[in-house]
Every structure is written in C-alpha cells, then in structure tokens.
C-alpha cells in the first residue's frame, strides 16, 4: 500500500496546519518564551498524541460510541482548559525577570492533547477515512499514529517559530500587552468553539 502515506498527508494538510488549540497554544507560547522553551510541552503533547492515536485506532472509538457522555465531558474539559490559557495570556504582560513565569512543560502539552476535542475529531476522521483501507496492512495503526504525530510536530514547529519571530516584535509593554491580549482573544474564541461545537 505505497500510496497510503502521501494520501495521509494531503488528507492531513489543512487539518493539522489550521488553527486550533494546539496551533495557537504553540503559537502564543512561542511568542512569550521563544522555541527552545517550548520544546517540553511539544515533547509533551507529541507523546500524548501518538499514544491516544494508537489507542483509538486499536478500539477506543467503540468506548466512546457506547459513552456518548465521554465524548461531551471530553468537549467541555477542554473548552475549560482552552479558556485557562486565554486568561493566562489576558493576564500576562512583558516580564522583566523570568522567575516571573515559567514556560509551559510536558505535562502541559499533554493535557492540551488530552482535553483537545479537535484531535480526536482528526483521529476519528482519519482511521475512518484510512482504517478500513490499510487494515490489511501489518502495522497500519503503528504507521498511521507515526504519521499523524510526526506532521503535527511540525505543524506546530512552524507555528511556534511564527510565534517566536512575532513575538520578538513585541518585546516593549505595550506591544506585549496588545500581542497577549491578542493570543488570550484567539483562545478563548477557539474554547468557545470547544464548548458549542
């Protein structure tokens, strides 16, 4: 099935590379602290992604499809945690002193993955789209999972280097303030998207 891995990725072009929770979270994180920063909660979110990815594709959807409530509870988690980071951002402004914040860490990326409705939407959409299709194939689930996982990393690789390069325009107070509160406007847009949705 040589053809697989390249209709995977055009399959998953507009969806990992349009903002969502993931992209934009990067993006401000990137813009506040720069790339290097960013790297635990990328670590983080990757890890995360790849292990739910293979345990949707080995069976978890039917668990969801018998739960619906799982799947709502999964919506408003996130939503709510989307919404905590908008105000984080609100609330930031230029820092002086980095005791001041701290980057976010692997455990943040993770839990932005756990509580991100969007991923599972992708997930869903493409074992549905390729599952039945590859399901002759050994180690499809493994080959899908890596796929998917290595093109978000650099999805949002480049949304974090944008963010880096915008942010290092915004380095004076009141710039920080309009860019923050503008990253804090696109997050809580995107959690209210979560909760409706």
Known sequence: MPDLVPA???FLLPLAYSPGPGNLFFAATGARFGLAATLPASLG???ATLAVTLVLGAGFLGAVAAAPLLGSLMRWGGAAYVLWLAAGFARAG???DAAEARPATARDGALLLLLNPKAYLIIVLMFGSFGAEAATLPGATVLIA???TLNNLVAFTLWTLAGDLLGRWFRDAGAARRLNLAFAALLAGV????AVG
């Open 146 to 148: 890596t796929v998917f």
């Open 45 to 47: 979110y990757h890890a």
């Open 191 to 194: 959690a209210l998207w979560l």
């Open 94 to 96: 230029v820092l002086r």
């Open 8 to 10: 995977l990725l055009l």
